[in-house]
Nanobody
């Protein structure tokens, strides 16, 4: 399974970006897809996640500004980011939780840089 994240870039504070994460390979189903971010000198943190039934989970810092969605037919997850703040600057990673014969496997994308200028 390969994950390809895209959509990052440079944006001014208050602006918007939409990230995409496309999963490919031998995939029968995906239990959940998530977005994480890692700023310089900080640990990677969960931003948002969406499970197969459509339930979502957000970090408190992005609630009301970010929206995670998923196109199951395309095995693609999206992260719509509005009202961006300089503190949202980070490398954003997507992951996918895929069921396997002995448990779940977690795959990661390569990361996409998001820079928010003040």
């Amino acid at each position: 399974v390969q994950l390809q994240a895209s959509g990052g870039g440079l944006v001014q504070a208050g602006g918007s970006l939409r990230l995409s994460c496309a999963a490919s390979g031998s995939i029968f189903s995906i239990n959940a897809m998530g977005w994480y971010r890692q700023a310089p000198g900080k640990q990677r943190e969960l931003v948002a996640a969406i499970i197969s039934g459509g339930s979502t989970n957000y970090a408190d810092s992005v609630k009301g500004r970010f929206t995670v969605s998923r196109d199951n037919a395309k095995n693609t997850a999206y992260l719509q980011m509005n009202s961006l703040k300089p503190e949202d600057t980070a490398v954003y990673y997507c992951n996918a939780v895929v069921p396997g014969p002995i448990g779940n496997y977690v795959y990661w994308g390569q990361g996409t840089q998001v820079t928010v200028s003040s």
